[in-house]
């Protein structure tokens, strides 16, 4: 079975990125994100309403860190240290060499392949460094842009769930993406 250690906190590099840990300063640039319901439409989880939800979600993320369950990073540009979205492994299963991925960008920086780069950089991160097999992205079928940058880097649909979550009094579709680590 597989050992997380997310301590010391592993910072990554791209050409044009820097992922390190959110920290407390992030609270506007979270709260944006998660009170946001454009940015929110495709995840089911409430909408942050407060800069008090918005500590918890740091708080939340950090604990996941902590205990090795999770690890976030804050997507910044290299010469601006403001988060401008986030990207993660979560629901790691060391015991199936597997964990999810997921990702928010502010909208003011969709389009530029940011969301790529950072994703190429924690599936990287992921295969190499935590050792995983593979890594899947859950994504709600009409999340056409996240499916397109999925495909983009390699990951394969492998699920059409029907009615799989129940939120806000509806049931919901969900679609699996995956890509197997082949080295």
Known sequence: MLTINFSPFPNLETQRLLLRRVDTNDIKEIFALRSNPETMKYIPRPLVKTDEDALEHIAMIDTKIETN???????????????????????????????????????????????????????????????????????????????????KNGFVKEAHLKEYEFFEGRFLDTVIYSIINKH
């Not at 920086?109 to 940011?114: E, L, Q, S, V």
Request: glycine share 10%; proline share 5%.
């Open 69 to 151: 369950e999770g690890i976030n990073w804050a997507i910044t540009l290299k010469d601006n240290p403001k988060l401008i979205g986030v990207i993660g492994h979560y629901r790691i299963k060391p015991e199936h060499y597997r964990a999810e991925i997921g990702y928010m960008l502010l909208p003011e920086f969709h389009g530029k392949g940011i969301v790529s780069e950072a994703l190429k950089e924690a599936v990287n991160y992921g295969f190499k460094i935590m050792k995983l097999h593979s890594i899947e992205a859950i994504i709600d079928p009409e999340n056409h842009g996240s499916a397109k940058v999925l495909e």
